[in-house]
């Protein structure tokens, strides 16, 4: 398995992280373990997750089982030393984690942090992301309708407000880096000049979508990561199952996510079929696995 190190930290990961969203409603805890067991095993040693977890579907009464099958993982095992270990605290508006949807501020992060750390049975997060920001933002297929002149003034001083109270966590050995998610060019642009202006934590990684199937990653945000060295953990790389070919001809495999939504968020759809099944036959075309394709193009 290769690593590499995560943007400027000295986070040395595996080029494939184990993605943990499905944990607690499609997968139980002894086949999240397994998966743990397997993924070790193969060399890898990165698992993300967030509190929101799992999404499949999203809940508010399994919100956090994601991470609790996680920390009952590392308690079984003990094998916390093994693991970089990233987590998440959602944005604004949802009300499944917070019933009021309150934003990312001083108070929402030190609580959910501590939960995050009581669930996951571990005293300190490897790497802590914004899991979207309060603003909001073109993600989650919203680039049609995204409309930045509503955004709210004031950005850099809540993002300041926001790295301060990292930098709080980075102190006192809670957290070891940060990182963004669901961000913009202007978003990593602001918390990095903040950080050097400001001596608070830098952002070390942003974790946005990516893959066969969506790359508005490589424009802006790609030339802004390459010369501010800032790694990109690009998920969904199989846009949620299509680019594995499970799909094609209509098939709905039973359990599968999209059982479960059938458009899975909007990929998919009429206009994404015909490129799916041209990926899936060029890999085929070459003996390669399509999913396997999916992932070395990431």
Known sequence: MQRTFLGTSDLEVSRLCLGTM????????????????????????????????????SAAQTTGDTERIIGAWLERTGRRGEVILASKIAGAGNRNVRPDG????????RAALDGSLKRLKTDHIDLYQLHWPNRGSYHFRRSWTFDPTRQPEGQADE?????????????????????????SAFGLATCLELARRHGLPRIVSIQNEYSLLHRIFDLDLAEMCHHEHVGLMAYS?????????????????????????????GRRSAASAPVVTAYVALARQHGLDPAQMALAFC
């Open 22 to 57: 499905t944990w607690g409603s499609q997968n139980t805890p002894e086949e999240a373990f397994s998966q743990i067991d397997y993924a070790l095993d193969h060399g890898m040693n990165f698992i993300d997750t967030a509190e929101l977890y799992p999404t499949t579907p």
């Open 237 to 265: 790389p199989l846009a949620a199952g299509l680019l594995s070919g499970k799909y094609e001809d209509g098939i709905v495999p039973p359990g599968s996510r999209a059982s479960i939504n059938p458009t899975l968020f």
């Open 102 to 109: 309150a934003p990312i501020g001083p108070a929402t992060l």
């Open 159 to 183: 993002f300041h407000e926001i790295l301060a109270t990292l930098a709080g966590f980075v102190a006192g050995g809670k957290v070891r880096h940060v990182g963004l998610s669901n961000e």
